[in-house]
């Protein structure tokens, strides 16, 4: 692929064959654009919904998208736009790769954004995480007036005190469960 190095473009096309059938939100990751990670593809592929869709879009509906900056929104353009890419994700296609349609069903943490510290005793963070994704809400790692509810396992650190200063809820681990619609026993 023109504009890839080797490794690249093996790096992307087995991360991608390895799910064979992936969301927007990680194949979005898996492309390894710029200013685009993980907190950034879960909100474009919240308001986009599609592949096809995205790849319509123009800066400025990107720009509309609460929480894409104008760095992010110029990167996706530019990689999106690339002709090298666009064979690309033909090729993909033609492979077999298939990119499903974000589910835009609102789930309980839609709107909700969750930051946790310490060590969960149900689950790992990484599935804490999923979790949140899956009912709509989103993650992030470092704490902000965003942030709406604090999850705090076990040994908690300094974000439990600069929460208790923003006045931040904090949930225990029990409390995230029955927010997020899930029973214990269903962990």
């Known amino acids: 692929l023109d504009g890839w190095g080797d490794k690249s473009a093996e790096n992307c096309v087995a991360a991608i064959a390895k799910a064979g059938n992936t969301t927007l939100s990680r194949f979005l990751c898996a492309l390894g654009i710029r200013y685009v990670g993980e907190a950034t593809a879960g909100l474009l592929s919240r308001h986009f919904t599609s592949l096809d869709a995205l790849l319509k879009a123009t800066k400025e509906q990107l720009l509309e ?5 104008e760095q992010a929104a110029s ?9 090298s890419t666009r064979e690309m994700l033909a090729r993909l296609r033609q492979l077999g790769v298939v990119v499903a349609d974000q589910d835009t069903a609102a789930g309980p943490l839609d709107g909700k954004v969750f930051l946790f510290t310490g060590t969960l005793q149900n689950m790992s963070r ?18 902000s007036r965003r942030v709406t509810h604090l999850v705090a396992g076990e040994r908690g650190g300094s974000k439990l005190k600069k ?21 214990r026993n269903e962990i």
């Open 65 to 69: 998208v609460e929480g894409i900056g």
């Open 75 to 83: 990167s996706l353009v530019d990689y999106l736009s690339d002709p």
């Open 126 to 143: 990484n599935e804490a995480k999923q979790l949140v994704k899956e009912q709509g809400g989103q993650v992030v790692s470092g704490i």
């Open 163 to 183: 929460a208790a200063e923003m006045a931040i809820p904090v949930l225990k681990e029990d409390e995230f469960f029955q927010l997020a619609g899930r029973e």
